[in-house]
């Protein structure tokens, strides 16, 4: 008979104990799973990406300067040359004879300036004699005026003196227009060869053309021509024109397409890693030296100003990156490194150190007095709570869910938040929190029903894959 009152006795304790259990069990069933963090304290960096291509900072397309065919490439694609380097020659037979002809017209004028030379100096030998004539005649017509004015001499012979006097004065001017005709003489000889010279100058300059020569250090990107084909003189670009591209690799740079939504947030100096797809594993550290002001169309790259369209899509801005000459490790840019390589930039447009974080999709937007109430009444709307008016516009605060521990229940209640700068997966927090605060982060189902005031139980199980599960 004790027996089976011990095992009675047993039994009943059993059913209480499941009866409990599976109260308490049915209890939490009815409570919400939700996946927490922490607020911590930690290094934050804003972060802008941008996707487009390496080029250098200065290119040139080398273009034809003298009409004619080819003789001669020197380089082909992918080659690096030095300043002067000859890069290309064109036929020059005109060019050189057109040279040849004007060296035999500046020899020919040099000989007739010192023809003109040596007739200037016997014109002024022929004046020296006038003069020395005229000194004699002028003498000798002295001697004769007085003679005859004495009447020693007969009138015939005074007057032959004077006549010799006169011609011999006559003389001597024409000996100084002589002169004076050979100093013009030489003077239009130099000036025909000066006119020679210069045309001689223009007539190297003209041969120069046929020889083409690197503007700077740079590397060949692109050789359009080949050896035996006729160029031009003609637009830029256009075809026959262009021998060459030459780019100056001293510095490179990545340009880049920035979303509109993030152009706001890049300036100049801000630091970047750029990544070549070509090169896997290396960054190329960098900053920002040009930002784009026109908006370009995202599907054809043409500016907004110049769009004739008028739909609207989505658009970026050019941001260009110039690359660092040495990276930290103190390795120099590779060669490999070329014009139109396909790239990406990271931007940093913000850091923040040991600044406190949480995780973005922590955030929430609630009425903070209706969640206030909320948790006085364990989420539960007051039954003396005044009806809002569904006409009637209720401003929203930005805020987290923080966990409150009550004896060993846990509830949520909304605080609002102050919030700076925007990390890849966290957020600044300027106000309404501190280190080591725990706050509901997910899931996505359980953010947009949860209330300040409920019952929750932790379950980060699941915070590993956090989704955003909205469309399911």
């Given at each position: 008979m004790n027996g089976k009152k011990i095992l009675f006795l047993v039994l009943g304790l059993v059913a209480i104990v499941g009866l409990v259990v599976g109260t308490w069990l049915h209890s939490r069933s009815n409570v919400l799973a939700v996946t927490t963090a922490k607020a911590v304290r930690e290094d934050l960096d804003a972060n802008v990406s941008g996707t487009g291509q390496i080029r250098p900072k200065t290119f040139v397309n080398v273009g034809?300067?003298?009409?004619?065919?080819?003789?001669?490439?020197?380089?082909?694609?992918?080659?690096?040359?030095?300043?002067?380097?000859?890069?290309?020659?064109?036929?020059?037979?005109?060019?050189?004879?057109?040279?040849?002809?004007?060296?035999?017209?500046?020899?020919?004028?040099?000989?007739?300036?010192?023809?003109?030379?040596?007739?200037?100096?016997?014109?002024?030998?022929?004046?020296?004699?006038?003069?020395?004539?005229?000194?004699?005649?002028?003498?000798?017509?002295?001697?004769?005026?007085?003679?005859?004015?004495?009447?020693?001499?007969?009138?015939?012979?005074?007057?032959?003196?004077?006549?010799?006097?006169?011609?011999?004065?006559?003389?001597?001017?024409?000996?100084?227009?002589?002169?004076?005709?050979?100093?013009?003489?030489?003077?239009?000889?130099?000036?025909?060869?000066?006119?020679?010279?210069?045309?001689?100058?223009?007539?190297?300059?003209?041969?120069?053309?046929?020889?083409?020569?690197?503007?700077?250090?740079?590397?060949?990107?692109?050789?359009?021509?080949?050896?035996?084909?006729?160029?031009v003189v003609g637009i830029q670009n256009a075809e026959g024109s262009t021998l060459m591209t030459l780019a100056d690799m001293s510095v490179i740079t990545a340009e880049v397409k920035v979303d509109e939504t993030d152009i706001v947030n890049v300036a100049l100096g801000q630091p970047a890693d750029v990544t070549v797809d070509a090169l896997p594993g290396r960054v190329f550290k960098g900053h920002v030296t040009e930002v784009g002001d026109q908006a370009l169309l995202r599907t054809t790259g043409q500016a907004t100003s110049t769009s004739t369209t008028g739909t609207e899509?989505?658009?970026?801005?050019?941001?260009?990156?110039?690359?660092?000459?040495?990276?930290?490790?103190?390795?120099?840019?590779?060669?490999?490194?070329?014009?139109?390589?396909?790239?990406?930039?990271?931007?940093?447009?913000?850091?923040?150190?040991?600044?406190?974080?949480?995780p973005i999709q922590a955030l929430v937007e609630r009425d903070a007095a209706k969640e206030a109430e909320l948790f006085k009444n364990n989420g539960k709307v007051s039954p003396t709570a005044a009806p809002t008016d569904p006409g009637k516009a209720v401003p929203l605060v930005q805020g987290v869910y923080l966990l409150v521990d009550e004896k060993n229940r846990l509830r949520v209640k909304f605080v609002p938040v102050t919030t700076g700068v925007t990390g890849t997966t966290d957020i600044q927090v300027l106000s309404g929190l501190k280190p080591g605060d725990e706050l509901v982060t997910g899931r996505y189902k359980t953010l947009r029903i949860l209330k300040s005031g409920l019952a929750v139980k932790r379950d980060n199980s699941i915070a590993a894959p956090i989704v955003d599960d909205s469309t399911s």
């Open positions: 034809a300067t003298a009409f004619g065919r080819i003789t001669h490439l020197y380089v082909k694609e992918g080659d690096h040359v030095k300043a002067g380097d000859i890069l290309a020659k064109v036929e020059s037979v005109q060019p050189e004879a057109t040279v040849s002809a004007q060296k035999a017209a500046i020899q020919a004028s040099e000989t007739d300036i010192n023809s003109y030379i040596a007739a200037e100096k016997t014109a002024v030998a022929n004046v020296s004699e006038a003069k020395a004539d005229l000194q004699q005649k002028q003498l000798d017509y002295t001697r004769a005026k007085e003679l005859y004015q004495d009447q020693l001499i007969a009138k015939q012979d005074y007057d032959a003196k004077v006549a010799a006097y006169n011609m011999s004065e006559a003389t001597l001017q024409q000996r100084n227009a002589a002169v004076a005709q050979a100093l013009a003489q030489t003077a239009s000889a130099r000036g025909h060869m000066d006119q020679a010279v210069a045309s001689q100058r223009a007539n190297y300059d003209s041969l120069d053309k046929t020889v083409s020569r690197a503007p700077f250090d740079g590397l060949v990107t692109n050789v359009p021509v080949r050896e035996g084909e006729t160029v899509e989505a658009k970026d801005f050019k941001v260009v990156v110039t690359l660092d000459g040495i990276r930290d490790n103190g390795t120099q840019i590779p060669d490999q490194l070329r014009p139109g390589l396909s790239c990406t930039a990271k931007i940093t447009t913000a850091h923040k150190p040991d600044t406190l974080t949480i």
